[in-house]
């Protein structure tokens, strides 16, 4: 009986033992969960960009095509043999400047017999018509005379203009390419030689929709831009409508014509045309960073006053996330056409780490500079 009790007082006692630790350990792990539940994160830090009104200019945007005022690919019109080449592949030629001499050897003795054959009509012409004069001989013999020294007159220019076709001249100023002919190289009739472009000023051809042909007329200001010169806008002025629309596509032709000093710019160069309209349209902007681009819908972070705060407590302010329709960007910025007012503030960085009801502190001590035309200087 004695051990039996003292084996009960041992039970009975290790029961007290754990019910008193597991209590302690209850009202600790409750006070845990209550702080938990009562715990707030810190505010996130956050930039801020107001919602502006601002004015930009209306365009057209189209692509397009750049094209030589005057280009062609000079081309022997006779046959020959190349006797001297006169140009340098890529030089820059005037009006008029030799580029190829084909022999003429033929041609120089032939033309040598035309004009003293065409010498001695003349002398036997002017005899006759002396003679016709004092009716010494018939009418019908100064007429012969007369059409002999026709022939033989053009006789003379059929064998200079043999000459002058083989003697090929730049028909235009400009700049050269390839070359594409050797010396000694006999050429056929229509044989390529070389490219020769004139690069300044250049056209622009581009197609705009018909529905935009009311807005059209010459002299708009064009602002055209190609890959190869990323760090360069060129501006032109269009110059030439297409009096009809395509049938197939319903687009207009439209040309522009572009200064272009240095020859940077090339035709062929595929190119993005600005066409600037007069009117302008005023739109809200904030920046392009401040949007959480989504398949479903863009939105944005519109930092607001908490509830139990008041307006510039810092401490109070929340997000709310706000969805919207853009429109047109231009630099740094985009513009909004739907679900934002003037004036509103919002996240212009970060968005995509934030969540709605968030609780926020502005800090825009390290916010970017945004701009409307940057320069990056790394670009």
């Known amino acids: 009986m004695k051990l039996f009790t003292r084996i009960a007082l041992t039970l009975l006692g290790l029961i007290v033992v754990l019910g008193a630790i597991g209590a302690v350990k ?38 397009g095509s750049l094209t030589a005022v005057q280009g062609v690919m000079v081309t022997a019109e006779l046959a020959g043999q190349v006797e001297r080449i006169a140009f340098e592949p890529g030089a820059r030629v005037s009006a008029g400047d030799l580029l190829i001499q084909q022999d003429i050897a033929v041609e120089t003795a032939q033309l040598r017999s035309a004009e003293s054959d065409a010498d001695l009509a003349l002398k036997n012409l002017e005899r006759a018509r002396k003679l016709v004069e004092e009716q010494v001989i018939p009418r019908a013999d100064f007429d012969e005379r007369q059409s002999r020294y026709d022939r033989a007159v053009a006789q003379v220019d059929l064998i200079r203009a043999t000459i002058a076709n083989k003697t090929i001249r730049a028909p235009f100023e400009g700049r050269l390419g390839i070359r594409h002919v050797n010396l000694g190289e006999v050429l056929e ?8 472009q004139s690069l300044d000023p250049i056209y622009v051809d581009f197609q705009l929709p018909q529905q935009q ?4 007329r010459p002299g708009l200001t064009v602002r055209v831009s190609v890959e ?8 032109g002025r269009v110059t030439a409508i297409n009096p009809e629309v395509d049938s197939r596509s319903r687009n ?12 940077r710019l090339r035709p062929g160069m595929f190119a993005t045309v600005d066409l600037i309209l007069p009117e302008q349209q005023s739109v809200l902007i904030i920046p392009a960073t401040a949007v959480a681009y989504a398949p479903y819908s863009d939105s944005v972070f519109v930092v607001e006053s908490g509830e139990s705060g008041t307006e510039g407590d810092a401490a109070a302010m929340v997000l709310r996330q706000q969805f919207v329709r853009l429109g047109e960007q231009r630099g740094d910025f985009v513009a909004v056409l739907q ?10 960085t970060g968005v995509f780490k934030l969540r709605n009801g968030q609780n926020v502190v502005v800090d825009n001590r390290l916010a970017p500079t945004f701009e409307s035309a940057p320069q990056p200087d790394n670009a």
């Open 189 to 196: 009739s229509g044989q390529p030689i070389v490219s020769l």
């Open 339 to 348: 679900g934002l007012e003037a004036g509103e503030q919002v996240v212009s």
């Open 252 to 263: 207009i032709t439209v040309q522009a014509t572009i200064a272009n000093p240095d020859e």
């Open 26 to 63: 209850g009202l600790q792990i409750g006070r845990m969960v209550a702080h938990s539940e009562a715990f707030a994160p810190p505010p996130q830090a956050v930039t801020v960009a107001a919602v502006n009104t601002t004015t930009w200019e209306s365009t057209l945007q189209a692509v």
């Open 213 to 216: 042909v009311g807005r059209l």
């Open 228 to 235: 190869a010169i990323e760090e360069q806008a060129f501006e």
